[in-house]
C-alpha cells in the first residue's frame, strides 16, 4: 500500500512560510525557498515536506514530477471578485466610473442575471481561476446558494457572500426579498463543509442605507459571518458619504457596527489614517484589486503605506467586468510596480511581498490561513505547478522575480486544491471541471456573446 495519495518533487519549492507582509519586508525575503524538495500528501493535507530521494516516488499512489525547470508554489488566493460577471467581459469598457456602475452594470444586472446566468458564469471563472492557478476565491454576488455550489462541485475553496443592497436585487423576483430568510437559509445549507464557507455582503457604502447597514452589522454578528464589501473605492464616493453623513465610509460603517465582525473591504484607496486605525484596531483586511483601480480610473490604493501601518492586504482581481479577468499573476506585477511609483521609491514593494499578497495573506485576510495560502505540513494541499521552460523565464536566476515580473499566468500547467488534481499539463481533469465540460461552458458562453 502507497504511503502517499498524492506526492510531488519540485525543482523550486516555494512554501511562502515565514513573516507576514505586515510591516517591513526585506528584498532578500525568499518566502522558504528550496530545492528538489518532495512534498507528500494524504487525506488531502500535506503530511511531508522533505528533500527528494528517488525512493519517495514508489511510495506514491500518484506522483507529479516538477523536478526540472517547474517551481511548486501554494495555491492563489483571489480576495475580491465577482464570479459571475465573467459573462460580461468586454461589455461597457472604458467609461466613467460612475457611467459604468450605474448607467450600464447596474441596469444590465437587473435585466439579465438569474440563476442559470450566476451558474454559467460562475463556472467559466472557475475555469479561469483554475488555468491561472487560483484554489482560493472570495466571491460576492447575487443567487450565492448557486455560486457555492458551482464552487463546491469544482473542487475550489471559496468564502461565498451574498450581495445586500437597499434597493430590490435581480434575484428578489424569484427568491423573494426576504434578506434574513435567504441569508438563514445559505448559513443552514452550507454549515459544516469543509470547502464552502458564505458571508454576507453590503454591496457599498453608497448603495446601502444605514437602516440596511445596522441590519447587516446584526445579523453577521448573530450568525458569526465575515462580511465582505467594497469601501472608500473613489474619492467621490468618500466626499459624498461625508456631505450627507459627516462621516468617511468607513467611519459611518464603524458606527454602524459592521467592524464588529471581520471585514474584508475591496478597493479601499482613499482611507485617512483615522481609517486606517480603525481597520487595524478591528483587524479588518483591504483587498488590493490594482487591475479594476486603474482600469475604472479609481486611483492607486497606498499598499505600502498600509502595509507600514500594519493593514492586512490581500490581492484581489474584482470581476472580469472591471478587470478583465481573473489571472492574480497580472495583478501581481501590476501590483507590485505601482507601488513603486506611488511609494517613490523601488524598495515601496518588492516581489516577494506581492507573492505573499497573492498567497498567505489573503488566505489570512479570508481566516482561512489554518487551512492554505501556504505549504505547511498538517495544511490542505492546494498547490500549483509554474512550468519556466520558456524563453521568457530563462535563466531562472531568480524564481521569485520570474513568477512576479516575468509570468504571464499561463505557465501554469498543475493545479491541486485538497490534494484533488484540478488541472494536470494545462488539461481540466477534474471530476467537475473537465475538459469536456469546458467544451459544453464555452459552447454556451459563445452563443451569449453580443446578446447583452
Ligand atoms: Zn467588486
Not at 465577482?82 to 437587473?110: K, T, Y
Not at 454559467?120 to 457555492?148: H, I, K, P, Q, W
Not at 489614517?273 to 492607486?300: E, F, Q, T
Request: aromatic share 8%; net charge negative.
Amino acid at each position: 500500500m502507497s504511503q502517499f495519495e498524492l506526492g510531488i518533487v519540485g525543482d523550486y519549492f516555494v512554501p511562502v512560510t515565514e513573516c507576514s507582509t505586515a510591516g517591513a519586508v526585506a528584498a532578500s525575503d525568499r518566502l522558504g525557498l528550496t530545492r528538489n524538495t518532495f512534498m507528500g500528501v494524504s487525506g488531502g493535507k500535506i503530511v511531508t515536506i522533505e528533500p527528494f530521494t528517488e525512493v519517495l516516488r514508489s511510495r506514491c499512489q500518484k506522483f507529479i514530477d516538477a523536478s526540472r525547470s517547474k517551481v511548486v508554489l501554494p495555491g492563489l488566493v483571489n480576495t475580491h471578485t465577482h464570479l459571475a460577471m465573467s459573462l460580461f467581459r468586454g461589455l461597457h469598457d472604458d467609461l466613467p466610473f460612475s457611467e459604468w456602475l450605474f448607467q450600464n452594470i447596474l441596469p444590465l444586472e437587473s435585466r439579465v442575471v438569474d440563476e442559470a446566468f450566476v451558474r454559467l458564469g460562475t463556472r467559466l471563472s472557475l475555469y479561469e481561476c483554475v488555468r491561472f492557478g487560483t484554489t482560493t476565491v472570495n466571491d460576492m454576488y447575487f443567487y450565492a446558494d448557486a455560486a457555492a455550489e458551482e464552487v463546491s462541485r469544482a473542487g475550489l475553496r471559496g468564502l461565498i457572500s451574498q450581495v445586500v443592497l437597499s434597493a430590490q436585487s435581480p434575484e428578489c423576483r424569484v427568491l423573494g426579498s426576504d434578506k434574513k430568510r435567504l441569508l438563514e437559509r445559505l448559513v443552514d445549507r452550507w454549515k459544516g463543509s469543509e470547502t464552502v464557507r458564505v458571508g454576507v455582503a453590503p454591496h457599498a457604502p453608497y448603495t446601502c442605507s444605514d437602516e440596511t447597514l445596522s441590519w447587516v452589522a446584526a445579523e453577521a454578528k448573530r450568525l458569526q459571518l465575515s462580511v465582505h464589501t467594497h469601501l472608500s473605492e473613489t474619492q467621490f464616493e468618500v466626499d459624498q458619504s461625508i456631505k450627507q453623513h459627516g462621516l468617511t465610509p468607513v467611519q459611518r460603517f464603524q458606527r454602524l457596527g459592521i467592524f464588529d465582525s471581520p471585514v474584508i473591504a475591496a478597493h479601499s484607496i482613499y482611507l485617512t489614517d483615522a481609517d486606517i486605525r480603525i481597520m487595524v484596531a478591528s483587524g479588518a483586511s483591504v483587498s488590493h484589486c490594482p487591475d479594476s483601480n486603474l482600469k475604472l480610473s479609481s486611483g492607486v490604493a497606498p499598499v505600502a503605506q498600509y502595509l507600514a501601518s500594519r493593514l492586512r492586504v490581500g490581492l484581489g482581481t474584482d470581476g472580469a467586468a472591471s478587470n478583465n479577468s481573473l489571472n492574480l499573476f497580472g495583478a501581481m506585477n501590476l501590483g507590485v510596480k505601482l507601488q513603486k511609483w506611488v511609494g517613490g521609491s523601488n524598495t515601496a514593494m518588492v516581489a516577494s511581498q506581492v507573492l505573499r499578497m497573492a498567497t498567505i495573506d489573503g488566505a489570512r485576510a479570508l481566516g482561512w490561513d489554518s487551512k492554505t495560502g501556504s505549504l505547511e505540513v498538517g495544511k490542505n494541499a492546494d498547490f500549483i505547478v509554474v512550468d519556466l521552460d520558456y524563453p521568457h523565464l530563462q535563466p531562472v536566476n531568480d524564481v521569485i522575480s520570474h513568477l512576479v515580473y516575468s509570468t504571464t499566468g499561463l505557465e501554469v500547467e498543475t493545479t491541486v486544491c485538497g490534494g484533488v488534481v484540478l488541472m494536470r499539463d494545462g488539461e481540466f481533469c477534474g471530476s467537475g471541471l473537465s475538459g469536456e465540460d469546458f467544451e459544453n461552458v464555452r459552447d454556451q458562453v459563445a452563443s451569449l456573446a453580443g446578446g447583452f
